[in-house]
């Protein structure tokens, strides 16, 4: 399977956008519609605590991103990380947020706007309505669309859940990626339709 994974920073956010595809491409023709797609995000993690951009960006000698599982559990891809995203994709060390702001970076990754076209500028306000999301266009593709975010400071849902069939929301970081699992491994029982899943961690 080719995995292609993007990875952007917005605001304190980090976002990784991982696709599947079910071959290689061919230069010839047209390029295959991806399987799945992933994106995870989280919250103020720092460029220079992240391994994968370690010799780039100024580190601090502290990694929050690194491998946590076992060597085995890895190799078999039984546990991911954030760096066996990026060594596996494509990373840029240099991006700029459309806000400091939590929503409104998020607001603008989801309708590919800046936060004042979006309609979204605080923390407190809501995505307006008539605004079409990246999760409203995978839905629209076939794509069964779900989410799994920790909830902070701010409830999620009421500004981002647009576009979503399923939107779990999880007080810890450890509870979101369990029901982000759980999700996806029902799914593997033979599910064919392809999956939009978006993961927030704080």
Known sequence: MNRRCHMYWTGGTLALVLSSCGSQVDSQRAPERPLHA???TVEGLRADTASWLAGTV???GRSVSGPAAGAEQRAELRAWTLDD???GG???ASAYASSPAVLPALGALWCGKPPLEVGLEQDTELLPGQQVTLAELARAEGFCTAAFVTTGARPLAPA?????VT???HADDH???VAARDWLLARDAG???RSFVWVHLA
């Open 167 to 169: 939107f779990s929301s």
């Open 175 to 177: 509870a979101t990626l």
């Open 85 to 87: 995203l990026a060594y």
């Open 90 to 92: 494509t990373s840029w």
């Open 58 to 60: 100024k580190g601090t």
């Open 160 to 164: 981002l859940e647009q576009g979503f």
């Open 38 to 40: 992933l994106i995870v």
């Open 191 to 193: 599910a064919e339709q």
